[in-house]
């Protein structure tokens, strides 16, 4: 994914009346846009924890360490610590999309299904065929998998993006003709509705979503990512920042545990603590989207050699960044297949070196699949 243009045009200055009277004032000057300079920095921490959760998330569900020892406690604190990680990608395409620009719905439509719409489709059928041949999942589990809008555990990402893609015509008038106080009441509301719809569904019976749905709970924090990225940057912003993430975390791990240790095991109640709309993740997420903000800015104003290289392998990894995110899982089971899964500290351990390697394998494969001729469009 590419950081898309964000313009911000200035009027002309009003002429002087040919009377000689008092000129009258200029139009004001366009407010200076955003920096974006951050973004890749915060896409490729995005995409790392995105890995990591996925290997880490079989531990904590007591898979194979045993809920409340000192390993499932190692397990669930970095699961928690990164459970930002959607709601930042999400975020990040807010923060990108929703500026107002002189654009028509149907170009819009068009460049945006041109990078959406193949990969949606492709990746869909791909993940469903794998786990067939993996599995053998019969033909109605998988027509019912698609049309949930989550055909494996990690493309519902699509799903949800294209939904918001959809509205991003209408959000950017609303984005340009409402005042600063009634977006972040618009954000705040749809943010309530998002939180909610998914505590209904601790409600027997109640909640689930659909492909065409699937992106609604998330809309809040698609114009959270505008807000916040034009916000004024700075320590006032950063440190309060630091402390939600911080504190969004420990809450998450805690209520997390709390209530697996009531029920016995991990069960929905623990499930809804680690849901990307839960308070909690919601808290550390607003955090760590401002703290990631931060460090990008401060890495793009870094002077010297060695900033000058970090920053060019962060743009190059960026680039890959989304390919990275749809192959992964495969990468990621087909490892964890091959050479099995422990117990213990032990799993921990097979976790990170699992969540290592299958990253690398991936960046790799990507890169080589990018240079293939009518290959990369499925990459995005």
């Given at each position: 994914?590419?950081?898309?243009d964000i313009r911000a045009d200035g009027g002309a200055a009003a002429p002087r009346p040919a009377s000689g009277g008092p000129a009258p004032p200029s139009a004001a000057p366009a407010p200076p846009r955003p920096s974006t300079d951050?973004?890749?920095?915060?896409?490729?921490?995005?995409?790392?924890?995105?890995?990591?959760?996925?290997?880490?998330?079989?531990?904590?569900?007591?898979?194979?360490?045993?809920?409340?020892?000192?390993?499932?406690?190692?397990?669930?604190?970095?699961?928690?610590?990164?459970?930002?990680?959607?709601?930042?990608?999400?975020?990040?395409?807010?923060?990108?999309?929703?500026?107002?620009?002189?654009?028509?719905?149907?170009?819009?439509?068009?460049?945006?299904?041109?990078?959406?719409?193949?990969?949606?489709?492709?990746?869909?059928?791909?993940?469903?065929?794998?786990?067939?041949?993996?599995?053998?999942?019969?033909?109605?589990?998988?027509?019912?998998?698609?049309?949930?809008?989550?055909?494996?555990?990690?493309?519902?990402?699509?799903?949800?993006?294209?939904?918001?893609?959809?509205?991003?015509?209408?959000?950017?008038?609303?984005?340009?003709?409402?005042?600063?106080?009634?977006?972040?009441?618009?954000?705040?509301?749809?943010?309530?509705?998002?939180?909610?719809?998914?505590?209904?569904?601790?409600?027997?019976?109640?909640?689930?979503?659909?492909?065409?749905?699937?992106?609604?709970?998330?809309?809040?924090?698609?114009?959270?990512?505008w807000l916040l990225h034009t916000a004024a940057p700075g320590a006032r912003t950063a440190r309060p920042a630091a402390a939600a993430l911080l504190a969004g975390t420990a809450a998450t791990a805690g209520a997390a545990w709390a209530?697996?240790?009531?029920?016995?095991?991990?069960?929905?109640?623990?499930?809804?603590?680690?849901?990307?709309?839960?308070?909690?993740?919601?808290?550390?997420?607003?955090?760590?989207?401002?703290?990631?903000?931060?460090?990008?800015?401060?890495?793009?104003?870094?002077?010297?050699?060695?900033?000058?290289?970090?920053?060019?392998?962060?743009?190059?990894?960026?680039?890959?960044?989304?390919?990275?995110?749809?192959?992964?899982?495969?990468?990621?089971?087909?490892?964890?297949?091959?050479?099995?899964?422990?117990?213990?500290?032990?799993?921990?351990?097979?976790?990170?070196?699992?969540?290592?390697?299958?990253?690398?394998?991936?960046?790799?494969?990507?890169?080589?699949?990018?240079?293939?001729?009518?290959?990369?469009?499925?990459?995005?």
């Amino acid at each position: 994914m590419r950081v898309d243009d964000i313009r911000a045009d200035g009027g002309a200055a009003a002429p002087r009346p040919a009377s000689g009277g008092p000129a009258p004032p200029s139009a004001a000057p366009a407010p200076p846009r955003p920096s974006t300079d951050w973004i890749d920095f915060a896409r490729v921490c995005a995409m790392g924890a995105v890995v990591l959760v996925h290997a880490v998330a079989p531990l904590v569900t007591a898979s194979h360490t045993e809920l409340g020892t000192a390993p499932w406690w190692a397990a669930n604190t970095l699961d928690a610590a990164l459970r930002w990680c959607v709601p930042v990608f999400v975020m990040i395409s807010g923060a990108l999309l929703l500026a107002p620009k002189a654009e028509a719905p149907r170009e819009f439509y068009r460049k945006r299904w041109a990078r959406i719409g193949l990969p949606l489709v492709a990746w869909t059928a791909a993940y469903l065929l794998w786990e067939v041949w993996r599995h053998g999942m019969d033909t109605e589990t998988a027509w019912r998998q698609a049309a949930s809008g989550a055909p494996s555990i990690h493309l519902y990402f699509l799903y949800v993006i294209a939904g918001l893609y959809l509205l991003t015509p209408f959000l950017r008038t609303v984005v340009e003709h409402t005042p600063r106080s009634g977006l972040w009441w618009f954000a705040g509301t749809t943010t309530a509705l998002g939180v909610a719809d998914q505590a209904l569904t601790l409600v027997e019976g109640a909640g689930g979503a659909s492909a065409a749905t699937r992106f609604l709970p998330f809309l809040g924090y698609y114009l959270l990512g505008w807000l916040l990225h034009t916000a004024a940057p700075g320590a006032r912003t950063a440190r309060p920042a630091a402390a939600a993430l911080l504190a969004g975390t420990a809450a998450t791990a805690g209520a997390a545990w709390a209530l697996a240790d009531a029920a016995g095991a991990w069960e929905a109640g623990a499930d809804y603590v680690y849901d990307y709309l839960s308070p909690a993740v919601l808290l550390s997420s607003v955090g760590a989207f401002l703290v990631l903000r931060a460090a990008g800015l401060r890495l793009a104003r870094t002077q010297g050699r060695a900033a000058g290289a970090v920053r060019r392998a962060v743009g190059r990894i960026s680039a890959l960044s989304f390919g990275v995110y749809l192959v992964h899982v495969m990468v990621l089971r087909e490892l964890r297949d091959l050479l099995g899964a422990p117990d213990g500290w032990e799993a921990v351990g097979a976790a990170l070196g699992y969540a290592a390697a299958a990253a690398l394998l991936s960046l790799a494969a990507v890169a080589v699949v990018r240079r293939i001729p009518g290959a990369r469009a499925l990459l995005l």
